[in-house]
């Protein structure tokens, strides 16, 4: 009998421990911002690169060790935000397209779990560009419900991440011997894009004092860099492209934040 009601209580309790963990969660969604939803879409741009640049790391047996992290956290990290997504997103056509990124996506965990190939580092660029291109559709569609300047700097800044995250992409794509007309255009216009971004923000008149800091110093290391990622038919340093397009990542991901924190 008292194993009994043991058991009742033992159930009430996960019951009541569901029911407020999901009540916790529906007020985090609900306290989001329009600019911090956009951020969190933003980011997944980001990843989508990211994920295809590690696994083409892998396979050209460059960085291994630290590609093989990366990889591993950013598909837990892009599958977990695109689940969050998928809860918070009512507009039926971005959630139509979310699922079209769920579909990509599964093809995208299954191709990597096979053995390394340029076939499937093909495909792996592929989904990497329909993930992508899902993504900033939805950047798009929420930038026209806010403010065009404010959405602008946002979209701008974010989309620093996922340039030079495919940066290294297609400079990698290159070294594998994926060298067709698309991998050398792709990355000159996305050196080129990025570099337009860069001055665009450093002219922004709502820049913190904090803000420009840090992008006089993204400035100083690009000024240097870019060069080497325009040399992508030359290559030969893959390893500098890998740390130093991360370590790009990783300061205009603070910046990201730095703005989204003043348009809140």
């Not at 620093?160 to 050398?184: E, P």
């Not at 030359?234 to 730095?258: A, S, W, Y």
């Amino acid at each position: 009998m008292n194993c009994k009601i043991a058991i009742k209580k033992t159930g009430i309790v996960l019951i009541f421990l569901f029911i407020l963990s999901n009540f916790s969660f529906a007020k985090e969604l609900n306290s989001i911002s329009n600019i911090e939803l956009m951020n969190i879409a933003a980011k997944q741009r980001m990843l989508s690169q990211r994920i295809a640049k590690d696994y083409l790391y892998i396979g050209k047996n460059v960085a291994t060790s630290k590609a093989n992290r990366q990889l591993k956290k950013s598909l837990e990290e892009f599958s977990s935000t695109h689940e969050k997504l998928l809860k918070i997103i009512k507009d039926p056509d971005i959630k139509n397209l979310l699922d079209f990124v769920s579909l990509s996506l599964d093809d995208l965990k299954n191709t990597i779990d096979k053995k390394f190939t340029i076939d499937n580092a093909q495909l792996v660029l592929d989904l990497s560009e329909s993930m992508l291109e899902g993504n900033q559709y939805i950047v798009n569609t929420l930038k026209k419900t806010m403010d065009l300047k404010e959405s602008n700097i946002i979209s701008t800044v974010g989309k620093q991440r996922m340039l030079s995250q495919r940066i290294a992409k297609y400079y990698i794509a290159y070294q594998l011997g994926i060298k067709d007309k698309n991998s050398v255009t792709s990355m000159k216009d996305t050196v080129k894009e990025f570099s337009d971004n860069l001055n665009t923000l450093r002219t922004n008149s709502s820049n913190t004092l904090e803000i420009n800091t840090k992008l006089a110093k993204i400035s100083k290391l690009w000024k240097i860099v870019n060069k080497f990622y325009n040399n992508i038919e030359k290559g030969g340093l893959p390893l500098i492209v890998f740390n130093t397009t991360d370590n790009i990542t990783q300061e205009m991901d603070e910046v990201t934040d730095m703005f989204v924190d003043i348009k809140k």
